[in-house]
């Protein structure tokens, strides 16, 4: 039987720590605070939004929505990230995608402070990761760490395949991945035989935003699959990138989209919020 590495059970527990945590920055003095700073019209991105301020709200945390319009340039983008980095009353910044057309995370990620990057997006704070030091790790990339370790997943040694290179996932998930000591290959769009590759690991993560993409010939026998993708489906609810039937009985444990990686992510962000918050006041 294939198990299924729900991550809600986690998210639970992180959420208590954050809870208190945020409380007692209330009591000092402020309530930690976030600020999402939205450039689309983007349903999906809406949501998200609005999930992340109901999580903020739950916790403890205050949220500042700025919304700078589809049509806003870099320079306004990056004009307000500047300006909430030097806000002593701002503790953490979230951009959120899509950003406008012609406009790359990587054209403003840049002027977000790396002490208040809670997602790890900057260059800086994306370096300091792949130098193996201090900083807001991408929280998709370290909910996945997490999520396997609470399920007592070893993978010191381990061979564990990544499907995606993005900056946002792929590439920081490699390099935590390299830190817990795993053996890591990272596949994407122009990898030659897929099924091969991924085939041949004890772990493997989807996270290529691909509906179905990894099936039951992609894993072996007795693998452990973790599916990041959050796709929409034909009927406006979510999917995952793996194709859960096929991977169901060949695999030994499968996350499940909604219900898996996604929970944990939240609840990494919000605790990147407090930490953010307890750092700024120290
Ligand atoms: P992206 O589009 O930036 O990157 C996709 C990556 O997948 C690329 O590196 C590409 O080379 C690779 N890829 C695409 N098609 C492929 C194929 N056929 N074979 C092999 N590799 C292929 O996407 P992203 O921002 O990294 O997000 C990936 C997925 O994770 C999406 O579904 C996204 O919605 C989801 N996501 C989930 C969370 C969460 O909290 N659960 C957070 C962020 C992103």
């Not at 900057?122 to 929280?139: E, R, T, Y």
């Not at 290179?165 to 390299?178: E, F, I, M």
């Not at 122009?190 to 179905?212: E, M, W």
Request: net charge negative; glycine share 8%; hydrophobic share 45%.
């Amino acid at each position: 039987d294939t198990a299924s590495l729900t991550g809600k059970e986690l998210a639970a527990a992180i959420n208590a720590d954050t809870k208190q945590r945020a409380a007692a920055r209330t009591e000092a003095g402020a309530a930690p605070r976030l600020a999402l700073i939205v450039a689309n019209d983007d349903p999906a991105s809406a949501w998200y939004v609005n999930s992340l301020r109901k999580a903020a709200e739950r916790l403890g945390i205050a949220c500042d929505t700025v919304d700078l319009g589809a049509d806003a340039t870099a320079d306004t983008i990056r004009a307000e990230l500047e300006a909430r980095s030097a806000d002593s009353a701002t503790d953490a910044i979230m951009l959120q995608t899509p950003l406008p057309a012609g406009i790359t995370l990587d054209d403003v990620s840049s002027a977000i402070a790396a002490t208040k990057d809670v997602d790890g997006v900057s260059p800086l704070s994306l370096g300091l990761l792949a130098s193996g030091l201090d900083g807001f790790v991408p929280a998709t990339s370290e909910a996945v760490v997490e999520l396997l370790k609470h399920h007592d997943i070893p993978l010191s040694g381990r061979h564990v395949a990544v499907v995606g290179r993005s900056n946002v996932v792929g590439k920081p998930l490699a390099q935590l991945l390299l830190a817990e000591n795993a053996t890591v290959t990272v596949c994407h769009s122009r990898t030659t035989d897929l099924p091969a590759v991924t085939s041949a690991a004890d772990i493997v993560v989807a996270a290529a935003g691909r509906i179905g993409l990894v099936t039951g010939k992609h894993v072996r026998e007795g693998a452990v699959v973790v599916d990041v993708g959050t796709n929409e489906s034909a009927d406006g609810g979510i999917v995952g990138d793996v194709e859960a039937d096929s991977v169901r009985g060949k695999a030994a444990a499968l996350s499940p989209v909604p219900g898996g990686v996604g929970p944990v992510t939240t609840a990494l962000l919000m605790r990147h919020v407090v930490v953010a918050a307890e750092n700024a006041r120290r």
